[in-house]
């Protein structure tokens, strides 16, 4: 079973839309957790850190469930540069640097004018 | 500041050869991570240098190896390449548990990566 699953979508919607991607964990020691955006042909970049209590940046929000290990990521008013991958990310070093990431293997989405 | 440079960017070799890539850390991180992404698919760990030192390793064979230098720049050497073995190799930096709580701590730096193709 894979650390992180997600479904790779293709998600495509117009713009204006609220868009949400789900994905999973399996290892309930998981401590940390991130959405990584990644453009095509780019190397990821951090969106956001996704805390117990949920979290809000401008037009993302993203949700932890850590009971049935569950993380979420909604993208209202989307845009047309917010065409990417989105990549769900664990991260379940305890008390180590923080280095090994298992990530998802991502979940395209395009927005269309 | 500088962020994490790769070289190369692209290159392409055929199977048995062997490959080194290069990684320059972003200043006053002191730990790099190598990834191996596949095309369609998330990056996967390949190992963690931390002072010159391997702190951790993912699913992958021996021929995979590497070195962090006292500048804490790095290579990723791999050995007998196979048609397998291509795929985009990112090299991320990241303050070590030292830094732990100071602010962004808990993020890692991606370079562009390395875009290896092994006919």
């Known amino acids: 079973r894979k650390e992180v699953e997600q479904d790779p979508g293709p998600f495509n919607v117009p713009e204006g839309a609220t868009v949400a991607f789900n994905c999973t964990y399996s290892?309930?020691?998981?401590?940390?957790f991130f959405w990584y955006r990644q453009d095509c042909r780019k190397e990821p970049k951090l969106l956001m850190s996704?805390?117990?209590s949920g979290n809000e940046d401008g037009r993302f929000t993203a949700q932890l469930n850590r009971a049935s290990q569950y993380i979420s990521l909604l993208i209202r008013d989307s845009k047309l540069s917010d065409s990417a991958t989105y990549l769900c990310?664990?991260?379940?070093?305890?008390?180590?640097?923080?280095?090994?990431?298992?990530f998802g293997r991502g979940t395209q989405l395009t927005v269309w004018p | 500041e500088t962020g994490v440079t790769q070289s190369p960017t692209h290159l392409i070799k055929t199977r048995g050869q062997q490959v080194t890539l290069r990684c320059s850390s972003q200043?006053?991180?002191?730990?790099v991570s190598w990834y191996q992404q596949a095309l369609g698919q998330g990056p996967q760990f390949i190992f963690q240098?931390?002072?010159?030192?391997?702190?951790g390793r993912g699913n992958f064979p021996p021929r995979f190896s590497g070195l962090q230098f006292p500048n804490y720049s790095s290579e990723l050497n791999v050995n007998a390449l196979e048609l397998d073995d291509s795929a985009l190799y990112l090299c991320?930096?990241?303050?070590?548990?030292?830094?732990?709580?100071?602010?962004?701590?808990?993020?890692?730096?991606f370079g562009a990566g390395s875009r290896l193709t092994v006919l």
């Open positions: 991320a930096s990241s303050f070590g548990r030292e830094d732990r709580g100071r602010t962004g701590a808990n993020v890692l730096t």
């Open positions: 290892n309930s020691a998981s401590q940390s």
């Open positions: 996704v805390y117990s």
């Open positions: 990310v664990v991260n379940h070093d305890r008390g180590s640097t923080l280095g090994r990431l298992y």
């Open positions: 200043s006053g991180h002191n730990t």
């Open positions: 240098y931390y002072r010159e030192e391997e702190n």
